[in-house]
């Protein structure tokens, strides 16, 4: 079992940042790969960013290269999501999920455990 808990998340004017976090726990998370998805209301879950947490390598959907930055923090078992430049469109519920088997998964139905969110509203 894998518990993740996300935080970090408000209300942000337009053009500001912000940084996620994701408290993970459960004694095999670190051979899984965590990631970020977001949903936006009315839309589908959209992969953001995602990490292997053993070794650290990375990956960004296309649209996330730039203003989005992933990073884990080995000493506090925490996984973070910092956004610049923030737009209206990334105005959204922001998760963070866990999956085993040690490759880079851009999609939600590879992850196996979610956090609960964390709502991001960025005003224009």
């Known amino acids: 079992q894998v518990q993740l808990v996300e935080s970090g998340g408000g209300l942000v004017q337009a053009g500001g940042s912000l940084r996620l976090s994701c408290a993970a726990s459960g004694r095999t998370f670190r051979s899984y790969t965590l990631g970020w998805f977001r949903q936006a209301r009315g839309e589908e879950r959209e992969f953001v960013a995602c990490?292997?947490?053993?070794?650290?390598?990375?990956a960004y959907a296309d649209s996330s290269k730039g203003r989005f930055t992933i990073s884990r923090d080995n000493a506090n078992n925490t996984m973070y999501l910092q956004i610049h430049v923030l737009k209206s469109e990334d105005t959204a519920v922001y998760y963070c999920?866990?999956?085993?088997?040690?490759?880079?998964?851009?999609?939600?139905?590879?992850?196996?455990?979610w956090g609960q969110g964390t709502q991001v509203t960025v005003s224009s």
């Open positions: 999920a866990a999956a085993g088997g040690g490759y880079l998964f851009r999609s939600s139905r590879q992850y196996d455990y």
């Open positions: 990490i292997i947490w053993s070794d650290g390598r990375l």
